[in-house]
C-alpha cells in the first residue's frame, strides 16, 4: 500500500535502509543488476565520476509550504526527506549496516553517567549557501523555533528538556528521560537537519536556505521543486572531488503509483521512490531500469496498518492542553498554569473529548453519533476479519512479508506477540455479541483513504468486502495526503490507512506510543488531572491511535535506559509488541517495502557517505536518498 503517513513518517526516519556495498546480510544482496554477469551490486559505480547533468527523481507527495521546510517546522514524510537531502545536512547519518549514527555537521555526541544529557561536539568551518557560519547558536536557533512549532514541539517535548550552548561549536541535548539512543534521533528525525533561522520566521516568503549540497531554484508546490548545485558545499569525496557531481536536481510531484511508474519508462525521469507492490514487482519487466528493495535491509521496515481511534475523541492531549476551547473544551491545562485546580468538568471534557465518530453521509466529524472502534471487541474483530494474506497476495502482490507486530521475524527484538488469528466466524461472533450488548443492529465506521492513489482505493475495497462478511460495514473518507494527516493528527477519525514505525533502532518510536499519567501532577511528569480515575493514562501528543496504557509506557522508558542490545532492551519492546496484539490500536498488514528505480544512464545511486567523505552510509535509506555522490552517464 502506498504510503500515507511515512518516513521516514513525519518527523522520524521510518523508512529503510540500503547499503552502499554488497555484504552479506544487507538489502543488495541478490539484488544485481538484471545484466548477466554483473560484479556491482545495483547502483554502485566505483569509476570517475561524470559532472554536470539534472537528475529529476519521481515522488509520492509535496509539502504544503515551502518557505517553513525545514527540520524544525516541516512535516516530513519520504518524499520530503528525498528533498531534505538536497537541500540540508543533518547532525548524524547512519552507516551501512544501520547500527551507529556517523558524523555529518557534528562530530561527537557523549552521554553523562545516566543517558539524561548528551554533549554534541559540532564540526567548525561549514557555511550555509549564503555565506552564514554554521555553528552552535545555530544549532541552538533550529531546536528552539522547533520546540515553538505547534507540531514539532509536541513531538520532541517528551524527549528533549532544552539545548545549551557550552561553547561557540558544542552544544548540549538535556533530555527529559534517560536514553541511551539518543544520536540516532539525531540521524534520524527530521529535527536532525539544520536550517538557516531566517526561515523561522513566521511571515518568511524566500526559499530556505541550508548547507546542504544543492540550493533552491523555484518550487511549484505539489507539481515540482527544481535545485542547482551549491558551488560552496563543503563536502568533498574520498578522491577530494567537491561534491555534488550533478548540476541540478529536480523533485517531480507523481501521486499515483502506475503514473510514477510509466514516467520512469517513458524517461520522463530518471529515477523513482515506489511503496506499491503490484508496481515494483512491474521493475523487473522495465527495459533500461534496475532497482533495489528493502526486503533485506538492516533494520524494521514500516508496517502497512490500519490506525484505529481507540478512544473515539479529538486529540485528549490536544484538549488538555486547551487547542480546543474555541469549541468549548477550555482544557485543564490553564488552571495548571495558574495554580489552581481545573473543575472537573473540565477535566472530564478532556478525558472524553469530545467523543463520537466520522458521519458516513456527511464525512464530517458528529458529535451526536454513538462511536465503534473504541470498543476493543470490534477492533479484534476486525483483526480476525482481515485476511492479512490475502491483503499480501493481492495488495502487495507478495513484495515483502505479512506482518503480525511492529518487528519482522529475523529482529533481535521479534517475539511471537499473539496476534488474533484469521477466523471470520469468530469475528462475526463478536460483532454479534457487540450488537446485543449495546442494542443496535448495525455496525459499522469510515476509513480514511488517499484520493487519487489507486492503491488505497484497492486495498479499501478488499477491507470492505471482508469486513461486511462478519458484518461491518465501513465506508470510505477519501482527501489529500496532508488532509488525511491533520484528520488522524487532530483525531478527527474512526480508523485510516496508514504506514509509519520500523526503523533501525525501536527508541524511534517512542513518541508514537507514549501516554502520561493522567491523574499524577505536572511536578511527576503527569497532566494534573485528579478528578478523574486514579491511574487513567492519556495518549501524548503524537500517539495518533490514543491508546494510553501503563504497560506499553513503562516497557518503553526501561528499553530506553538500558544499555542497546541488552536483554532488558529486548524484553521491554517485546512487550509492547504483545501488548498491541490484544489491544489493537494498530491492525498490522504486511511491510512496507520501499523501492527506488533508476534508468541506465544513473549512476552511482546506491551511495552516500558520512562527512569523512569515506565511510559508507544507508542511501538510500528505504523512503530517501542522498544525492551528492550521484552522477548521470
Not at 43 to 59: S, W, Y
Not at 80 to 93: G, K, R, S, T
Not at 321 to 338: E, M, N, R, S
Amino acid at each position: 500500500m502506498s504510503s500515507t503517513f511515512d518516513r521516514r513518517s513525519f518527523l522520524t526516519h521510518s523508512a529503510a535502509t540500503i547499503g552502499g556495498v554488497a555484504m552479506a546480510g544487507t538489502v543488495v544482496d541478490g539484488l544485481l543488476a538484471n545484466v548477466a554477469g554483473a560484479t556491482l551490486p545495483v547502483g554502485v559505480n566505483n569509476g570517475k565520476p561524470r559532472r554536470g547533468g539534472t537528475l529529476t527523481v519521481g515522488t509520492l507527495s509535496d509539502v504544503p509550504n515551502f518557505h517553513i521546510f525545514n527540520g524544525a517546522q516541516g512535516k516530513m514524510d519520504a518524499s520530503a526527506f528525498c528533498v531534505a537531502n538536497a537541500l540540508y545536512d543533518p547532525l548524524f547519518v547512519m552507516s551501512h549496516n544501520g547500527r551507529t549514527a556517523l558524523p555529518m555537521l557534528a562530530l561527537s555526541a557523549t552521554p553523562n553517567a545516566n543517558y539524561t544529557v548528551w554533549t554534541v561536539v559540532l564540526r567548525q568551518g561549514v557555511t550555509f549557501s549564503n555565506g552564514d557560519p554554521f555553528n552552535a547558536a545555530i544549532c541552538l536557533a533550529n531546536y528552539t523555533a522547533a520546540a515553538a512549532d505547534p507540531t514539532v514541539g509536541l513531538a520532541i517535548k517528551p524527549i528533549i528538556a532544552s539545548v545549551t550552548a557550552v561553547s561557540a561549536y558544542t552544544v548540549a541535548y538535556n533530555l527529559v528521560i534517560p536514553f541511551s539512543a539518543f544520536p540516532i534521533s539525531l540521524a534520524e528525525s527530521q529535527i536532525s537537519y539544520m536550517a538557516h533561522p531566517s526561515s523561522f520566521s513566521p511571515t518568511y516568503t524566500g526559499n530556505p536556505v541550508g548547507t546542504g549540497p544543492f540550493v533552491v531554484k523555484s518550487w511549484q508546490v505539489g507539481v515540482e521543486s527544481q535545485f542547482t548545485r551549491n558551488k560552496n558545499y563543503w563536502r568533498s569525496d574520498a578522491h577530494n572531488r567537491q561534491l555534488p557531481y550533478l548540476n541540478g536536481i529536480n523533485f517531480k510531484t507523481i501521486v499515483d503509483n502506475p503514473t510514477r511508474n510509466e514516467a520512469l519508462q517513458s524517461g520522463s525521469v530518471d529515477m523513482i521512490l515506489q511503496q506499491d507492490g503490484i508496481q515494483i514487482a512491474a521493475f523487473s519487466h522495465m527495459k533500461n531500469v534496475s532497482h533495489v528493495t528493502d526486503i533485506n535491509a538492516p533494520r524494521d521496515p514500516s508496517v502497512n496498518c490500519l490506525i484505529f481511534n481507540t478512544t473515539a475523541t479529538l486529540n485528549q492531549y490536544f484538549c488538555w492542553a486547551g487547542l480546543f476551547a474555541g469549541i468549548g473544551v477550555p482544557g485543564t491545562l490553564q488552571y495548571l498554569l495558574k495554580g489552581q485546580a481545573a473543575p472537573a468538568a473540565v477535566q472530564d471534557a478532556d478525558w472524553v473529548g469530545t467523543m463520537g465518530a466520522v458521519n458516513p453521509s456527511t464525512l464530517q466529524w458528529d458529535t451526536t453519533l454513538k462511536p465503534v472502534v473504541n470498543d476493543p471487541s470490534i477492533r479484534k474483530a476486525c483483526a480476525m476479519a482481515i485476511n492479512r494474506n490475502t491483503y499480501f497476495k493481492v495488495i502487495d502482490k507478495k513484495v515483502g512479508s505479512v506482518a503480525n507486530g511492529l518487528f519482522r521475524k529475523t529482529s533481535q527484538f521479534y517475539k511471537d506477540p499473539g496476534w488474533p488469528a484469521y477466523n471470520p466466524t469468530a469475528a462475526k461472533a463478536l460483532v454479534d455479541a457487540y450488537k446485543t450488548k449495546n442494542n443496535v443492529t448495525k455496525v459499522g465506521f469510515c476509513i480514511e483513504t488517499v484520493s487519487g492513489s489507486s492503491s488505497s482505493v484497492a486495498a479499501f475495497s478488499l477491507f470492505q468486502q471482508q469486513l461486511a462478511a462478519v458484518g461491518i460495514t465501513v465506508t470510505p473518507r477519501p482527501s489529500v495526503q496532508s488532509t488525511l494527516i491533520n484528520n488522524v493528527i487532530y483525531g478527527e477519525f474512526d480508523c485510516s490507512e496508514w504506514n509509519q514505525f520500523g526503523g533501525v533502532d525501536p527508541s524511534l518510536n517512542y513518541v508514537w506510543f507514549i501516554s502520561l499519567n493522567a491523574t499524577a501532577g505536572l511536578g511527576a511528569g503527569g497532566l494534573g488531572m485528579g478528578a478523574l480515575p486514579s491511574g487513567t493514562f492519556i495518549a501524548g501528543a503524537v500517539n495518533f491511535a490514543h491508546q494510553g496504557d501503563p504497560t506499553v509506557e513503562a516497557a518503553m522508558l526501561a528499553a530506553l535506559a538500558a544499555k542497546p542490545g541488552s536483554a532488558t532492551e529486548k524484553a521491554s519492546w517485546q512487550t509492547v509488541n504483545t501488548q498491541f496484539a490484544q489491544l489493537v490500536p494498530y491492525l498490522w498488514l504486511d511491510s512496507l517495502v520501499n523501492a527506488w528505480a533508476a534508468r541506465s544512464h544513473v549512476q552511482n545511486w546506491v551511495s552516500g557517505t558520512a562527512g569523512d567523505g569515506t565511510t559508507k552510509v544507508l542511501s538510500p535509506n528505504g523512503g530517501s536518498a542522498r544525492w551528492d555522490q550521484i552522477w548521470k552517464s
